[in-house]
């Protein structure tokens, strides 16, 4: 079967000498990608051909100087992933046929990482946060003797598989809305991370890691945009674990942060009147007494007057509040006041 | 530029990363070169498990006598002794590392069944081991702070006086070549796949380490010994684990018959790799395959139990040839997938070239003779990496620093340069290794004769003939990947030819190496090792060690 491939080509060194097709100028979504142009090839391969086998063959018998990451070309190594038709999928997973739109599938670099040629790109500001969680086992004493386990229940192990089932593609870090605006944010995959060792029953520093990922760019970071359980190839669904970090945090007692703070707002705002009161939204969750943290919203709030999108000064409670007033209370936990 | 190390590891597989943290631990200065990021070598694919005697009314002697019967006795025995005596210790070290392994009702680690095994020993996580024992020591790396070179890639092993002090490593993202130096080498840069089509192995498995090793002096040795595994996936050639057979998965030909009661009666499917290899490949020559192939079945074991235990190649063979394994049985073929043979080491790890060290698949201690047990690898990688870092780290205490290799490095700029400039006449680096692989599948696969390995060492000739007018077709510097691939192809010829020679010399069949001119086992002449030593005017030099026996006599083998 016939595919045809548009690759997003770059090469610090100089250009690529011009292909057949035409160049195209390389549209720059976010603001981190330098300029690129994209370059098409055909390629014959069976109709289950994955992405990955049409830049192998590319790479092995069109032009020997494409560059693109693999190894095992099963989805185990994480070394291929890439942006396919716009957005992050492991190349040797997705089927061609399934990425032929309008009669191509189009390649390339995330533009939200450093790329160093063509579909190679820089893992820095992956692995920099990865190393940021404490992504290590800190063993509860005592260790058990050489020849013997921690004792421990299937269920606690099985609850970290999810996240040990992740192969570092980056894929979910490359799509993350937060962290396109926000390098500091630590990301899907290091939080994933970070919940699995404050999760292990074998850790002995589940409280200071809770501590610290409350911080800035931390869980509370998240903006819940989901791309992260939805890019993700191995079901590690970052976004989950990043809730669960959540949850163990506050009940640990780490609520003297924004997160926390903007959760209890959001929760009482619609306790109180059905509704989001979003005027009283952003003090609450800053802090009425952070002088600083609300003048920095400021700006925001004036781009938001500006764009007719401010709130309406007065706050109405919807009828029958009462009745969501019960349901906080079914519901019980920290909600409920 | 130069870099000066206590101890350089090639290789952040398992082996190599278990060697660097043993190193470290001891005080020395380590740092490891790799050529693909660590996490993403290929142990991370081993799905099925490690082995170890750990159990209530396991022994480690047990496992050993799995072991050696596994290996068909070629295996030395006092190594294989000492690798199942301290694995239980081994593997509940990266349990305490932190690696979720999966428990019994009481909590403690729980176990499946393996081929070759006469008890249930063998250690897991879900069908992800591998990687989740890569994970966990990667972690560990970063905690202790060892330096890692990344995507550097190794073209040369640096010897002074004899004794190997470094390697000249291209750091793919300048494409700058620079000196490490050394007191000690570790080389731990994983196995051959990529010199057989199909095999279940990576892109980056080109057998780099065994090449650089022969190339710097130390011998090879059972490279004849090349393991198929029975079940990889029609087409692709992808694994589809062990554990499945393990968790009582059927072997089905045409007929609708689990045909491994006519070879293997006793533990039909679960028998050993070679023996369920020959008997596929019987049965497909005998046409009672499916379109070259046989089934693996596993709907009986039911949904849960495949998603649960099984989930890797489950997605597999969804995404690759769009079975789903609840529903049918998948064709599966043999496949090459191991190398037992490779850098002759000693129980420490050293090899033959003072200040050479060897571990994992790339070497040869050897502990799997002719036939490796599943889930004896890992533990393998593991057991003679802690080794291997040990003893690296205690022989640089009594070193001086080297102080030489410019010349070295200046020749390897030159000899990189002139293969650039190569003019392009046709042959590419693709056609020359796919015709190399095809050919050892053909010739020295399961089944091999006289003649046709005859015509194996005919076909390489030429073959190193093309290598010379192979052209680079990548002319930059930054990522060349092409200039990579071109070296590791040099790589592959020279073990391909170990393998053939090898394979020629052994007279018999046994383990892997099944001749149909010689069928049967001979103990009488064949009852040892066969080493190449690399000699560069001609053919390389051959050598043989007797098998050291311990405890176990050679018996007939039977499962
Ligand atoms: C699909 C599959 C499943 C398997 N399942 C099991 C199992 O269930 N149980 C089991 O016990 N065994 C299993 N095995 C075997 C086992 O995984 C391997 O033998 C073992 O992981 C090898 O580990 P290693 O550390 O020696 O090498 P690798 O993990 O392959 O690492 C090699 C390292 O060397 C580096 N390297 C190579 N060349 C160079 C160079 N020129 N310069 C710099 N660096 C270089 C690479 O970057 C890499 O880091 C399986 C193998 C395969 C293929
Ligand atoms: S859900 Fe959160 S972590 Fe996941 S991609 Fe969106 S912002 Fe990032
Ligand atoms: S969480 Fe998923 S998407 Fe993110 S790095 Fe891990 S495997 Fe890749
Ligand atoms: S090649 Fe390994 S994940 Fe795609």
Same mark, same amino acid.
């Given at each position: 079967m016939q595919f045809t491939i548009e690759v997003g080509r770059y090469n610090p060194e100089g250009t690529y000498a011009p292909s057949a097709s035409a160049p195209q100028e390389f549209p720059v979504p976010w603001d981190k990608a330098p300029p690129r142009r994209y370059q098409t090839y055909t390629v014959d391969l069976p109709e289950h051909a994955v992405v990955l086998d049409a830049l192998i063959e590319i790479r092995e018998y069109q032009d020997e100087s494409l560059a693109v990451r693999c190894a095992c070309r099963s989805a185990i190594c994480g070394s291929c992933a890439m942006w396919i038709n716009g957005h992050a999928h492991l190349a040797c997973k997705s089927k061609l046929q399934a990425f032929t739109k309008d009669g191509k599938t189009r390649v390339e670099s995330p533009p939200s990482m450093p790329v160093i040629r063509d579909l190679v790109w820089g893992m820095e500001p992956f692995w920099k946060k990865h190393h940021a969680v404490t992504p290590w086992l800190e063993p509860k004493q005592p260790v058990p003797g050489?020849?013997?386990?921690?004792?421990?229940?299937?269920?606690?192990?099985?609850?970290?598989?999810?996240?040990?089932?992740?192969?570092?593609?980056?894929?979910?870090?490359m799509d993350c809305e937060s962290f396109a605006i926000n390098d500091n944010f630590l990301g899907p995959h290091a939080l994933a991370k970070a919940y699995r060792y404050a999760a292990d029953p074998r850790d002995a520093t589940e409280k200071q890691r809770l501590g610290s990922y409350s911080g800035n760019g931390g869980i509370w970071?998240?903006?819940?945009?989901?791309?992260?359980?939805?890019?993700?190839?191995?079901?590690?669904?970052?976004?989950?674990?990043?809730?669960?970090?959540?949850?163990?945090?506050?009940?640990?007692?780490?609520?003297?942060?924004?997160?926390?703070?903007?959760a209890d707002a959001f929760a009482e705002s619609v306790r109180e009147s059905g509704r989001l009161n979003e005027l009283t939204l952003m003090p609450k969750s800053t802090g009425f007494f952070n002088i600083v943290g609300q003048l920095q919203t400021l700006p925001s709030a004036i781009n938001m007057l500006r764009a007719g999108k401010l709130p309406p000064i007065v706050h109405h409670k919807i009828p029958g509040v009462q009745r969501i007033k019960t349901i906080f209370q079914r519901i019980g936990g920290r909600f409920k006041k | 530029m130069i870099f000066d190390h206590d101890v350089l590891v090639i290789g952040a597989g398992l082996a190599g990363m278990r060697s660097a943290l043993e190193a470290a631990r001891n005080g020395a200065d380590v740092a490891i070169l790799s050529k693909v990021h660590p996490v993403r070598s290929h142990s991370n694919a081993a799905q099925g498990g490690i082995n170890a005697a750990l159990g209530e009314g396991d022994s480690w002697e047990s496992h050993a006598f799995d072991t050696v019967k596994g290996s068909d006795y070629l295996a030395d025995q006092d190594a294989v002794e000492l690798m199942c005596e301290e694995?239980?210790?081994?593997?509940?070290?990266?349990?305490? +590392?932190?690696?979720? %392994?999966?428990?019994?009702?009481?909590?403690?680690?729980?176990? /499946?069944?393996?081929? $070759?095994?006469?008890?249930?020993?063998?250690?897991?996580?879900?069908?992800?081991?591998g990687q989740a024992l890569l994970m966990t020591l990667y972690d560990q790396i970063? !905690?202790?702070?060892?330096?890692?070179?990344?995507?550097?890639?190794?073209? =040369?092993?640096?010897?002074?006086?004899?004794?190997?002090?470094?390697?000249?490593?291209?750091?793919?993202?300048?494409?700058?070549?620079?000196?490490? /130096?050394?007191?000690?080498v570790v080389d731990a840069a994983g196995g051959c796949g990529r010199l057989y089509e199909p095999s279940t192995n990576a892109l980056i498995c080109t057998g780099d380490g065994y090449a650089l090793a022969y190339r710097a002096g130390a011998p090879l040795m059972d490279m004849e010994m090349v393991q198929y595994h029975p079940t990889t996936l029609a087409g692709s050639g992808f694994l589809m684990?062990?554990?499945? @057979?393990?968790?009582?998965?059927?072997?089905?030909? #045409?007929?609708?018959? @689990? %045909?491994m009661k006519a070879y293997a009666p006793n533990k039909m499917e679960l028998a050993s790799r070679d023996v369920v290899s020959r008997a596929e490949a019987t049965e497909i020559a005998?046409?009672?395959?499916?379109?070259?192939?046989?089934?693996?079945?596993?709907?009986?074991?039911? /949904?849960?139990?495949?998603? !649960? !235990?099984?989930?890797?190649?489950?997605?597999? #063979?969804?995404?690759?040839?769009?079975?789903?394994?609840?529903?049918?049985?998948?064709?599966?073929?043999?496949? +090459?997938?191991?190398? +037992?043979?490779?850098?002759?080491?000693?129980?420490?790890?050293?090899?033959?070239?003072?200040?050479?060290?060897?571990?994992?698949?790339? #070497?040869?201690? =050897?502990?799997? $003779?002719?036939?490796?047990?599943?889930?004896? =690898?890992?533990?393998?990688t593991i057991v003679f990496g802690r080794r291997s870092g040990k003893a690296a780290a205690a022989y640089v205490r009594s070193i001086e620093r080297a102080r030489g290799g410019s010349a070295l490095l200046r020749s390897e700029q030159e000899r990189l340069g002139?293969?650039?400039? /190569?003019?392009?006449?046709?042959?590419?680096?693709a056609k020359v290794r796919l015709d190399l692989a095809t050919m050892m599948d053909k010739y020295v696969g399961v089944y091999r004769d006289e003649a046709g390995l005859q015509t194996a060492l005919d076909e390489l000739k030429t073959l190193r003939r093309r290598y010379e007018e192979v052209a680079v077709g990548d002319k930059g510097r930054v990522f060349n990947q092409a200039l990579q691939f071109v070296l590791e192809l040099g790589y592959l010829l020279d073990i391909g030819e170990t393998v053939?020679?090898?394979?020629?010399?052994?007279?018999?069949?046994?383990?892997?190496?099944?001749?149909?001119?010689?069928?049967?086992?001979?103990? #009488?002449?064949?009852? !040892?090792?066969?080493?190449?030593?690399?000699?560069?005017?001609?053919?390389?030099?051959? =050598?043989?060690?007797?098998v050291t026996i311990t405890r176990w006599k050679p018996e007939v083998r039977t499962y």
């Open positions: 050489p020849r013997e386990e921690y004792r421990v229940a299937n269920a606690a192990m099985d609850n970290l598989v999810q996240e040990v089932s992740c192969i570092n593609c980056g894929c979910c870090l970071d998240c903006t819940h945009c989901y791309e992260c359980v939805q890019q993700c190839p191995k079901g590690v669904a970052p976004l989950e674990q990043i809730l669960k970090l959540r949850k163990m945090a506050v009940d640990a007692g780490f609520t003297n942060n924004a997160g926390t703070r903007h | 694995a239980p210790a081994d593997v509940i070290e990266f349990e305490h +590392m932190g690696v979720v %392994f999966y428990r019994d009702d009481e909590g403690k680690l729980g176990t /499946r069944a393996f081929g $070759g095994a006469s008890q249930a020993r063998t250690y897991f996580v879900g069908d992800i081991t970063l !905690k202790a702070g060892v330096k890692v070179y990344e995507e550097w890639f190794a073209t =040369s092993l640096y010897t002074e006086d004899g004794a190997c002090r470094g390697a000249v490593g291209l750091e793919s993202i300048t494409g700058e070549l620079h000196l490490l /130096r050394a007191k000690a684990t062990e554990a499945a @057979r393990g968790e009582g998965a059927y072997l089905l030909n #045409a007929n609708g018959d @689990r %045909f005998q046409g009672r395959g499916v379109d070259g192939n046989v089934l693996l079945d596993v709907r009986h074991l039911g /949904r849960d139990v495949i998603l !649960k !235990k099984l989930p890797q190649i489950h997605e597999v #063979a969804l995404d690759y040839i769009g079975i789903d394994m609840i529903k049918e049985p998948v064709p599966v073929r043999p496949g +090459m997938h191991y190398m +037992m043979g490779g850098v002759k080491t000693d129980v420490q790890g050293a090899t033959s070239v003072p200040g050479l060290y060897a571990a994992g698949e790339v #070497a040869c201690v =050897s502990v799997h $003779g002719g036939n490796r047990l599943g889930a004896n =690898s890992l533990l393998d002139a293969l650039l400039a /190569r003019p392009y006449k046709g042959e590419t680096h053939i020679r090898s394979a020629l010399l052994r007279k018999e069949s046994r383990g892997a190496q099944s001749r149909t001119d010689y069928p049967e086992r001979n103990d #009488a002449e064949w009852l !040892k090792h066969i080493l190449l030593t690399r000699d560069s005017s001609r053919e390389p030099r051959v =050598s043989y060690l007797p």
